[in-house]
T-cell receptor, first 113, second 113 residues
């Protein structure tokens, strides 16, 4: 299975600022995904990051708020822009294969003051 | 919105007892996956069961899938204190949505020594 490294593991940020989260995979993968887990809640898909094309966002998530880059087949970033306390969550990246287990990074725990 | 529901929301048992968690979903699926999450950390993949499978085992874990009822169950036998965690089911609809997981609300399992 792929090994996924996510940075930073946690951060405390001031409202109005932006933070970029990095996700590195130890092998080339086509599909990478970004999820959000709000406090005490389950996971919700933010977007799908495909190499060489624009990310595809789920309902309720927009590119201006969560810009995503996918420069190659092993790396992706998610930026949380103009943060507010409501953005305090765990953000996780994952890699997926057709009909195979999907594996997750350890997540980035983000707190906004 | 979450596709699935899990019950119970919380389960408290003694070490050595069995724990059963149920998951229901709404649309047709390609596969269903179960995950464990310890204290808000990253997700650990447990088992993937495909839509044409009815039962899978892995160590002390047993997963069943009933596509006619759109439901799945996870059984942990001879539970241990280390099994204390949140457990999530996630469905993959496949097709053009392959890899996009829709998560249930999760079950918080507490195993008392």
């Amino acid at each position: 299975s792929a090994v996924i490294s996510q940075k930073p593991s946690r951060d405390i940020c001031q409202r109005g600022t932006s933070l970029t989260i990095q996700c590195q995979v130890d092998s080339q993968v086509t599909m990478m995904f970004w999820y959000r887990q709000q406090p005490g809640q389950s996971l919700t898909l933010i977007a799908t990051a495909n190499q060489g094309s624009e990310a595809t966002y789920e309902s309720g998530f927009v590119i201006d708020k969560f810009p995503i880059s996918r420069p190659n087949l092993t790396f992706s970033t998610l930026t949380v822009s103009n943060m507010s306390p409501e953005d305090s969550s765990i953000y996780l990246c994952s890699v997926g294969y057709s009909n195979q287990p999907q594996h997750f990074g350890d997540g980035t725990r983000l707190s906004i003051l | 919105s979450q596709q699935g529901e899990e019950d119970p929301q919380a389960l408290s048992i003694q070490e050595g007892e069995n724990a059963t968690m149920n998951c229901s979903y709404k649309t047709s699926i390609n596969n269903l996956q179960w995950y464990r999450q310890n204290s808000g950390r990253g997700l650990v993949h447990l088992i993937l069961i495909r839509s044409n499978e009815r039962e899978k085992h892995s160590g002390r874990l047993r997963v069943t899938l009933d596509t006619s009822k759109k439901s799945s169950s996870l059984l942990i036998t001879a539970s241990r204190a280390a099994d204390t965690a949140s457990y999530f089911c996630a469905t993959d609809a496949g097709g053009t949505s392959y890899g996009k997981l829709t998560f249930g609300q999760g079950t918080i399992l507490t195993v008392h020594p």
